[in-house]
């Protein structure tokens, strides 16, 4: 299995960001995914969660995250996404796509916004 994030980097307090993690050695359209962060001296936290084609429509958010933040996925492309809006400092962290169900991480790209 790998997971490959990309996409990070440094944004103004604001703007906006897609991140994009691409799956390989998964049937990918089976699993549940999520994206998860990881601020400096901070543990990792949810982010937001997409369900599999079995579980069509299942998406949460934290709560720090609704109404700014959109994950999405393309099976064909076997690609996990997160669109984030109006970025706030706060967001600073490492970002790791997750395999829900076999616990798997990618390697993270980091977003860094400045204020």
């Known amino acids: 299995v790998q997971l490959q994030a990309f996409g990070g980097g440094l944004v103004q307090a604001g703007g906006s960001l897609r991140l994009s993690c691409k799956a390989s050695g998964i049937n990918f359209r089976l699993y549940d995914m999520g994206w998860y962060r990881q601020a400096p001296g901070k543990e990792r936290e949810l982010v937001a969660t997409?369900?599999?084609?079995?579980?069509?429509?299942?998406?949460h958010y934290a709560d720090s995250v609704k109404g700014r933040f959109n994950i999405s996925r393309d099976n064909v492309r076997r690609t996990l996404y997160l669109q984030m809006n109006s970025l706030k400092p706060g967001d600073t962290a490492v970002y790791y796509c997750?395999?829900?169900?076999?616990?798997?991480w990618g390697q993270g790209t980091l977003v860094t916004v400045s204020s």
């Open positions: 997750h395999v829900q169900s076999i616990n798997y």
């Open positions: 997409i369900g599999s084609v079995s579980n069509v429509g299942s998406i």
